[in-house]
Nanobody
Framework: QVQLVESGGGLVQPGGSLRLSCVAS????????MGWYRQPPGKERELVAT???????NYADSVKGRFTISRDNAKKTVYLQMNSLKPEDTAVYYC???????????WGQGTQVTVSS
């Protein structure tokens, strides 16, 4: 059974930082392309950042220069370091594991991030 478990969300003031973690089980983590997505209140889910199995990264324009995605294959964990947080970063953040040729497309349960003073 595949599980992705996110943690690290919470309430933070504008300009603050948070680090999200997502621990995977039930898949060969090193083969998965991993991503973070978010769903702001009343809006659709959107891409935040991705990191391929080979380590290539991609970011939404809205988070470039503020967020960093990374992975630790030994710990089967993907991270999202979020700095200079803004109120518009408020959302439920979801972890995703994909491998198109294996038909993998798994999601975590989400973690709430609220940026407010």
């Amino acid at each position: 059974q595949v599980q992705l478990v996110e943690s690290g969300g919470g309430l933070v003031q504008p300009g603050g930082s948070l680090r999200l973690s997502c621990v995977a089980s039930g898949i060969v983590f090193s083969l998965a392309d991993m991503g973070w997505y978010r769903q702001p209140p009343g809006k659709e889910r959107e891409l935040v950042a991705t990191i391929t199995s080979g380590g290539s990264t991609n970011y939404a324009d809205s988070v470039k220069g503020r967020f960093t995605i990374s992975r630790d294959n030994a710990k089967k964990t993907v991270y999202l370091q979020m700095n200079s947080l803004k109120p518009e970063d408020t959302a439920v953040y979801y972890c995703n594991a994909q491998r198109v040729d294996y038909r993998w497309d798994y999601w975590g349960q989400g973690t709430q991030v609220t940026v407010s003073s």
